[in-house]
């Protein structure tokens, strides 16, 4: 008899403060990691939009090469010609900037670049470039065969 009147004082289970103090704890974490995925969202954003600008670069360029009839690599890497036609597009870096001269005009392609270099090998123009945030870039396109 005195064990089951031990065992019915004894329930074993949380007390309301005990609640209390779990609930507090579970908020304070929860904001914590609020305040943590705030404080990361604008550094994905900025990577994000990088990425895409580049990625537009190269639909540009895929768009210039598969339209050109001949791409030269010139100055020793830093830059290309493209011909089509009557057409001369050349595509270099200039300070952070590559960008397109067509017929005398100059359009910006991209802003953020450090290092520009192309490398033509047989039907392969590989591209490969280091933006100013240390990222590392490669890409290749298949161009028309040299004349």
């Not at 600008?53 to 290309?80: K, P, S, Y």
């Not at 590559?98 to 192309?118: K, P, V």
């Amino acid at each position: 008899m005195h064990r089951l009147l031990k065992m019915g004082r004894n329930q074993g289970g949380f007390t309301f403060l005990e609640a209390i103090f779990q609930l507090f704890a579970l908020l304070l974490l929860s904001k914590l990691f609020l305040l943590m995925m705030l404080s990361l969202s604008p550094l994905y954003q900025k990577h994000a939009v990088q990425e895409m600008r580049w990625e537009m670069l190269i639909a540009d360029l895929q768009t210039f090469i598969v339209q050109a009839d001949e791409v030269l690599v010139r100055n020793r890497g830093t830059e290309i010609l493209i011909t089509n036609g009557y057409n001369r597009r050349i595509v270099s870096k200039s300070n952070e900037t590559i960008r397109m001269q067509l017929n005398g005009g100059n359009e910006i392609l991209f802003i953020g670049a450090e290092t520009l270099n192309f490398k033509r090998s047989h039907q392969y123009l590989t591209l490969y470039a280091e933006l100013i945030d240390g990222t590392k870039e490669e890409r290749t396109f298949i161009v028309p065969p040299e004349k």
